[in-house]
């Protein structure tokens, strides 16, 4: 690894799959997983595309059930590039001699190179030099570009270039049992001499994506004819290029490539415009030129310096903010599209959204809030379903999904596959009703990094209040307890969905869900004290809430129940949890590591995990990462609470830790977050686990099927605001630094209020340096120390004293 470049110096083909999800490249509207040109589907490869936003759905027959479900749709193939020498095999490199491999991924610039000597049947040795680009600077575009150089030979060569639209959706093992042909093809052909396209349609959804591709072959000195022939078949077209190769000399190969759909704005139709601009690019090395100047904004606006003491660090973050622009950037804005868990780099969770925003909008926030905006405005447009789901279930107010796609419904599934026993089972994690909860906390947070009023009084504010009525309608007043409960909901924690010998889905009172339905009717109201008189007396009559609705939520906040176990000190993750049976912990993390399935291992022994105190990931250990101990003990005194932060979050962490099986990728960011403050050196070895994750796939082949991008994300906002002690609240921007004692330094630049700054942080100082915006002051406190900020002022913080 180096500062800017992953890379690969063996060719390994059980580590394949792997890595094509780690190399993919994607400009926001599509991405293209990693995969060598012109590889066919197999054990060791999965060439896919796939398009932001680009769902249908499916119904299949599983154990006598007729059930739906909305997929990620893998897109036509355009990568397909091989060659063959005459009268010799298509070049597969499964099934030749490999003398050397050398494979990088280039972060700086975007590009992925593959360096591939290979000696073949014949003992002919050539070496392949394959450059790809997916264009952040024209989102319809993405390019090819071959070097091949025969060593020891010469004579005729074939190239084949393809696109095929034969594909379905076979990336996830445990969902092939369920229908997975989502294209029709509508057309395919060539056009003038060079051309060739493909048009396909999503059955159900009927998005139209066309492909059109140009391949064209230069020499370097010498000169060659070159012979054309197209093939067009059922779901295949292709073109082959034969030409004259020269031992030590090179043919250079340019396949450029546009893809345009029936969802694009400003078009004829997707197949005319994906011609027309096919044919504009003037070649493979403009189209990296103007890719180059797109990433060095990007990264001009959003690196990270981190100077630690572990060179890959600094590399690892760079990863993780490459794979968030990958699957999120200016591209995506008016796509009407959210941010799936995964990316868009395989098909695990079927490309859906789920809570994951919860971790990836702070690095947008202070980078580019334009795109939380637009991620904000994806949950917006689907208010309407929202509201629907709510009414549906008893509800008032708006439920949102826990797995969004297209439209908002709900696309969690009823059952799922077990890998470890192979049996199906019923799945109520639909139940996570505290998706709504971070979709609110989202709003808020946007609004206090930004000061968006304008967004607030338009989208934000009705966003919150209808979500506050839905937890104002959930909660049921318990006469003897004189406290609101709220039921039949799913933790974060997702291993309990229910108790034991119950009909019932869901559990009772679950900590987090109850403190951030609060927490929710809290913030409901300040946002309403946030909008002019107008505007609040207008969002109260459309959504109907009065003085009584107000009232209510009132009570639901001063007498919501909170379950507490040991003397109080504990608080409990759900009530009765404390009533579970106790795990033999040693045996387990001896036999599976650190990070355990501990569900799928628990089913697949004839046990359950519901009978066990053990937790998949942070449940209550959330409510650490999400709030400062002020604000914590300020709900906690709202609901009638006393909390004493400096003793119970530390006893909270000890006793949630010990049971923890680190199942989720996110599991280690929050531990990371919560240690902090007390236990640096614990915080940084957390840190690192997260960091390390998909890249090492911890959780053992889960990564192939798509990248977590929440824990990418969560390990960037560590460095942004966990170690730098970061917050927005009441106006002002807060700084209250804690640096691990790996770390000597760390660089970057944020916005806040439309306000520019840089940050240099290091273990004893703090400097800040604005470079203006479009407000003229801002208000910054440093340990309580506050002042004020203007255009072209520097401060130097020792904030140790």
Same mark, same amino acid.
């Given at each position: 690894m180096e500062g800017w470049k992953v890379t690969y110096s063996n060719y390994d083909p059980a580590e394949e799959r792997l890595r094509e999800a780690l190399c993919t490249l994607g400009n926001g509207y599509f991405a293209a997983r990693g995969a060598i040109d012109g590889v066919h589907e197999s054990a060791s490869h999965y060439p896919g595309t796939y398009l932001a936003g680009g769902y249908n759905r499916l119904q299949s027959e599983i154990h006598g059930k007729i059930i739906e479900n909305e997929d990620l749709v893998r897109w036509p193939d355009w990568t397909i590039l091989k060659f063959k020498p005459e009268e010799g095999e298509w070049f597969n490199i499964d099934e030749v001699e490999i003398t050397d491999f050398f494979q990088e991924l280039d972060l700086r610039e975007g590009v992925l190179e593959r360096r591939i000597q290979f000696c073949d049947k014949e003992q002919r040795e050539t070496l392949l030099v394959s450059r790809r680009i997916v264009s952040m600077s024209n989102m319809h575009l993405a390019a090819v570009e071959w070097e091949i150089i025969p060593q020891n030979w010469s004579g005729k060569v074939t190239i084949h270039s393809a696109l095929d639209g034969g594909v379905s959706n076979t990336g996830v093992a445990r969902y092939r049992d369920f229908n997975s042909k989502h294209l029709n093809l509508l057309n395919k052909g060539n056009f003038e001499e060079d051309g060739i396209f493909l048009k396909a349609m999503s059955c159900q959804s009927e998005i139209v994506m066309a492909q059109a591709a140009e391949t064209s072959v230069f020499f370097d000195l010498y000169d060659s004819s070159v012979e054309r022939q197209s093939f067009i078949e059922e779901k295949y077209v292709a073109q082959e290029l034969t030409f004259e190769l020269q031992e030590k000399k090179t043919a250079r190969i340019e396949k450029l490539v546009s893809i345009y759909t029936s969802k694009d704005k400003a078009i004829s139709d997707p197949l005319s415009e994906a011609k027309k601009l096919v044919k504009r690019i003037p070649n493979?090395?403009?189209?990296?030129?103007?890719?180059?100047?797109?990433?060095?904004?990007?990264?001009?606006?959003?690196?990270?310096?981190?100077?630690?003491?572990?060179?890959?660090?600094?590399?690892?973050?760079?990863?993780?903010?490459?794979?968030?622009?990958?699957?999120?950037?200016?591209?995506?804005?008016?796509?009407?599209?959210?941010?799936?868990?995964?990316?868009?780099?395989g098909?695990?969770?079927?490309?859906?959204?789920?809570?994951?925003?919860?971790?990836?909008?702070?690095?947008?926030?202070?980078?580019?809030?334009?795109?939380?905006?637009?991620?904000?405005?994806?949950?917006?447009?689907?208010?309407?379903?929202?509201?629907?789901?709510?009414?549906?279930?008893?509800?008032?107010?708006?439920?949102?999904?826990?797995?969004?796609?297209?439209?908002?419904?709900?696309?969690?599934?009823?059952?799922?596959?077990?890998?470890e026993s192979?049996?199906?089972?019923?799945?109520?994690?639909?139940?996570?009703?505290?998706?709504?909860?971070?979709?609110?906390?989202?709003?808020?947070?946007?609004?206090?990094?930004?000061?968006?009023?304008?967004?607030?009084?338009?989208?934000?504010?009705?966003?919150?209040?209808?979500?506050?009525?839905?937890?104002?309608?959930?909660?049921?007043f318990n006469e003897e307890r004189q406290k609101y409960e709220i039921h039949n909901v799913v933790g974060p924690d997702e291993y309990h969905t229910a108790y034991k010998d119950s009909e019932e889905a869901g559990l009772k009172n679950n900590a987090y869900t109850n403190f951030m339905a609060v927490w929710c009717l809290v913030h409901a109201k300040e946002a309403m004290d946030k909008l002019n008189t107008?505007?609040?007396?207008? =969002?109260?009559?459309? +959504? !109907?809430?009065?003085? $009584?609705?107000?009232?209510?939520?009132?009570? *639901?906040? @001063?007498?919501?129940?909170?379950?507490?176990?040991?003397?109080?000190?504990?608080?409990?993750?759900?009530?009765?949890?404390?009533?579970?049976?106790?795990?033999?912990?040693?045996?387990?993390?001896?036999?599976?590591?650190?990070?355990?399935? =501990?569900?799928?291992? +628990? !089913?697949?022994?004839? $046990?359950?995990?519901?009978?066990?105190?053990? *937790?998949? @990931?942070?449940?209550?250990?959330?409510?650490?990462?999400?709030?400062?101990?002020?604000?914590?003990?300020?709900?906690?005194?709202?609901?009638?609470?006393?909390?004493?932060?400096?003793?119970?979050?530390?006893?909270?962490?000890?006793?949630?830790?010990d049971i923890t099986s680190h199942g989720s990728t996110l599991s280690k960011v929050v531990h990371s977050w919560v240690y902090a403050r007390s236990h640096r050196e614990r915080s940084w070895h957390d840190f690192k686990k997260a960091l390390i994750s998909d890249f090492n796939d911890i959780q053992g082949g889960t990564t192939a099927e798509g990248i977590h991008l929440g824990a990418m994300a969560g390990t960037v906002d560590l460095i942004h605001r966990c170690y730098t002690g970061m917050e927005f609240k009441k106006e002002c921007l807060y700084f209250n630094p804690q640096l691990p004692e790996n770390v000597k330094k760390i660089t970057f630049r944020c916005r806040y209020r439309k306000h520019w700054l840089e940050v240099h942080l290091t273990d004893s100082s703090l400097c800040l340096k604005s470079h203006g915006g479009w407000q003229d002051v801002i208000r910054i406190i440093v340990n309580k120390e506050e002042f004020k900020m203007i255009k072209g002022e520097e401060y130097h913080i020792d904030y140790r004293k």
């Open positions: 493979f090395a403009e189209l990296r030129k103007s890719h180059r100047q797109a990433w060095d904004e990007l990264w001009e606006q959003c690196e990270i310096t981190l100077e630690a003491d572990d060179t890959n660090d600094q590399l690892l973050l760079r990863f993780h903010i490459f794979h968030l622009f990958q699957t999120f950037t200016l591209n995506t804005i008016d796509l009407d599209s959210g941010i799936p868990a995964r990316g868009w780099h098909e695990a969770y079927r490309g859906h959204i789920f809570w994951d925003e919860l971790y990836i909008f702070p690095f947008y926030n202070i980078s580019i809030p334009e795109l939380t905006r637009a991620l904000l405005m994806y949950r917006y447009r689907r208010l309407p379903e929202a509201r629907f789901a709510a009414r549906e279930n008893g509800f008032k107010g708006a439920m949102f999904p826990w797995q969004s796609g297209s439209n908002g419904r709900e696309e969690s599934q009823v059952i799922h596959l077990n890998p192979g049996r199906w089972l019923p799945d109520n994690t639909y139940l996570q009703r505290h998706v709504n909860a971070a979709i609110a906390y989202n709003v808020w947070q946007y609004f206090q990094a930004t000061g968006d009023l304008q967004f607030l009084s338009f989208y934000g504010a009705e966003i919150m209040l209808e979500i506050a009525k839905f937890w104002s309608s959930m909660a049921v107008r505007r609040e007396r207008q =969002l109260m009559s459309i +959504l !109907e809430i009065d003085e $009584d609705e107000l009232a209510r939520w009132d009570r *639901v906040i @001063q007498n919501m129940f909170i379950p507490f176990i040991e003397q109080g000190k504990i608080i409990e993750q759900f009530e009765g949890f404390h009533n579970l049976k106790d795990l033999d912990w040693k045996k387990y993390n001896e036999k599976y590591g650190e990070n355990i399935r =501990l569900d799928r291992v +628990l !089913e697949s022994e004839g $046990d359950s995990v519901e009978n066990y105190k053990a *937790v998949k @990931q942070p449940d209550v250990l959330m409510l650490f990462y999400l709030f400062s101990a002020e604000e914590l003990t300020e709900i906690f005194e709202r609901m009638g609470y006393e909390f004493d932060t400096q003793e119970q979050i530390p006893a909270n962490i000890s006793y949630y830790q």
